[in-house]
């Protein structure tokens, strides 16, 4: 019984470091790099 309690533990604690990877992280770090692109005159990011 212990052992299916940690395998459920660690799949939670992974599963949720994903969820947060995904979308927190790597949105925010889209948004920080973008703001060092330019804009060209059709306004679009190069």
Do not use: E
């Not at 995904?22 to 990011?45: C, E, H, Q, Y």
């Amino acid at each position: 019984m212990k052992k299916s309690r940690k395998v459920f533990q660690n799949a939670v604690i992974v599963s949720m470091l994903a969820w947060l990877l995904f979308f927190v992280l790597l949105p925010n770090m889209m948004i920080i790099g973008t703001s060092f692109l330019t804009r060209d005159d059709a306004n679009l990011v190069q």
